[in-house]
């Protein structure tokens, strides 16, 4: 019966996912933009139980990225991915982060989406408060109780420098600390 009740759990893919980061001002292509796209596993009471499919790519010069197709993959019984998902986060220093939460255009593999990002301009008490907001789900997808940090290295390290960046500041921000990183020693 178990096997039964498996084959009824929905299989995930992808197609490729092309896409391009510029300045909502000025159309200028941003390089150097940490994209991060992740179908999440959601137990039965939606809390995160691991992620289906993580992909982390930085922008070229001419702003893309690109995530391969993937798939078919089947969460493990008893879970499920939110049907909004994959979520596509965008994070540049002195940009206000940007959360996507769409399907991939699956009948145009080639569709290339524009991502804009916004100059972060206020003080930078509230860049930190706004980089905390953008913190909040990574931090329960991938530190606590979990290594699968690693699986966003580049993201995750970009906020750990932001967050020295705070704390010489004298900025209260709860961005992530190196020390709180799960490494081979604490798990």
């Not at 399907?103 to 008490?125: C, I, Q, W, Y």
């Not at 913190?135 to 993201?155: K, T």
Request: glycine share 10%; charged share 25%; proline share 6%.
């Amino acid at each position: 019966m178990l096997l039964a009740l498996n084959g009824c759990t929905k299989a995930w893919r992808s197609e490729a996912i092309d896409g391009r980061v510029v300045d909502e001002g000025t159309d200028a292509p941003i390089a150097g933009a940490i994209v991060l796209v992740n179908w999440q596993i959601k137990g039965m009471e939606g809390y995160p139980q691991g992620q289906l499919g993580i992909f982390e790519r930085v922008t070229d010069a001419a702003g893309r990225f690109q995530i391969p197709a993937w798939g078919p993959k089947r969460p493990p019984m008893g879970t499920t991915v939110d049907a909004s998902d994959p979520t596509v986060r965008v994070f540049k220093n002195g940009y206000e982060p940007l959360v996507v939460r769409r399907p991939p255009n699956s009948k145009d593999s080639a569709h290339v989406e524009m991502l804009r990002l916004r100059r972060f301009e206020g003080t930078a008490e509230s860049y930190a408060s706004q980089m905390d907001e953008f913190w909040r789900p990574l931090n329960v997808n991938f530190v606590i109780g979990r290594c699968e940090w690693s699986l966003a290295a580049q993201m995750i390290h970009a906020l750990v420098r932001l967050r020295g960046e705070f704390d010489r500041a004298g900025i209260r921000s709860d961005l992530p600390l190196e020390s709180g990183l799960c490494n081979a020693e604490t798990h």
